[in-house]
Each structure stands twice: as C-alpha cells, then as structure tokens.
C-alpha cells in the first residue's frame, strides 16, 4: 500500500474533462513537487506533468497539473482515445527518504 | 536525444541471480542520478533504489536492501542492476530512469522483463 493514493480507475466519453487525483501527506505532497507519468499499454512510462504544473515540450495542452495541501490532481480536457492509459502520480517521500509513486489510475475513454 | 537502452528479457530460475544493464547516451553520463523501477505483471510501479553514475554511491529502498545491487561503468556509460535469490515474485518488468530531479524522471528504459520460473 502506497503512501500515495489514486483511484484506481477513471473513464469519460470523448471530448469531456477528466480529473484523477492524487492524495498524500505532508512528508510528501505537502512539501516536494508531483509529477504524473502516462503508461500507455505495454509501454514505459513517460512524464506528462512536472513540477505540479509543468509539461514537457511535445505533451498537448490538454493535461494539465495542480497541487494544493497534501493533495494533486491531474486533469485531462478534450478526451480522446489515444488518452487511455494508466496514469501514475509520483512524489519524493521525506520519510521514505525516496520517490513513492501512487497505485495508478486506469482511465478508460468510452 | 537522451536515450537509456535495456538488455533483453530473462529467464532464471529460483534461487538465480539477474544482471540487467542499461546503456545511457545523448548526455553527460556521471550529471543524472539514476534510479530502478519494477513493476510486477498487472501491478504499478515500484521504486527499488538510486545510483550516483559519479561516484557509484547507491540508495535502495527498504524492502530491496540486501536483495539488489547497484552498479556503474562509466567508460561505457552503463549502469547495472543485480537481482540475487530470485522467486516469483521478482518477476516483472524492470526500468531504469534517469533522475532530472527528484521524482522527476526523464526518460526511462524500454524496460526489460526478467521471468522466474522452475
């Protein structure tokens, strides 16, 4: 069991807005940054979100990241098919004294 | 481009040690702290431990502490993962990823996938 939760699935009909959400602590969340990675099947991960709300280049505008307390939350707008994945928050533990990433969340694209 | 390309699959048998290499280019080898990630069939992902490709320090989590080792070459930027006392619950899929800040990891392996199995 992570320190870290998700739930553990998430779906939407394409072109709505999905938000996963990401809880934790203050030896975690509440005090480093969250990043989220997409696992596409049978793929690595791949960072879509840094720094809370950070994307890299060639991530659409569409996923976006925010952070408040102990809590993030990665939110995707305009869903499309190729959106369905597994979707893991990750965050440095200072108790852990390492990164811990939360259970994943499936999102499914009706 | 940054790329960090894993050995091929495995197969071993309880009781076996695994080695699982991972070959990095495209940047400053010894700059980027690089960590091990598993992840079992079906489940999430799971961090084993850290490596410091300047000085070959390691960092592993609690539950691989005595199971796993870390290593590095650096005349042929490449890091290495040793598994030892193998069981079936080792199998899975094991990535390596390049640390750009903590928890912040960019890229990752292919991954490479270490079956065990009598």
């Known amino acids: 069991q992570s320190v870290v939760t998700q739930p553990p699935s998430a779906s939407g009909t394409p072109g709505q807005r999905v938000s996963i959400s990401c809880s934790g602590s203050s030896s975690n969340i509440g005090r480093n940054d969250v990043q989220w990675y997409q696992q596409l099947p049978g793929t690595a991960p791949k960072v879509i979100i840094y720094l809370n709300n950070q994307r890299p280049s060639g991530v659409p505008d569409r996923f976006s990241g925010s952070k408040s307390g102990t809590s993030a939350s990665l939110a995707i707008s305009g869903l499309r098919s190729e959106d369905e994945a597994e979707y893991y928050c990750a965050v440095w533990d200072d108790n852990l004294n390492g990164p811990v990433f939360a259970g994943g969340t499936k999102l499914t694209v009706l | 481009q940054v790329q960090l390309v894993q050995s091929g699959a495995e197969v071993k048998k309880p009781g076996a040690s695994v080695k699982v290499s991972c070959k990095a280019s495209g940047y400053s080898f010894t700059s980027y702290y690089m960590h091990w990630v598993r992840q079992a069939p079906g489940q999430g992902l799971e961090w084993m431990g850290v490596?410091?490709?300047?000085?070959?320090?390691?960092n592993y989590a609690h539950k691989f502490q005595g199971k796993v080792t870390m290593t590095r070459d650096t005349s042929t930027s490449t890091l290495y993962m040793e598994l030892n006392s193998l069981t079936s619950e080792d199998t899975a899929m094991y990535y390596c990823a390049r640390a750009i800040r903590v928890g912040w990891f960019d890229p990752w392996g292919q991954g490479t996938l270490v079956a065990v199995s009598s």
């Open positions: 490596i410091n490709p300047s000085d070959g320090t390691a």
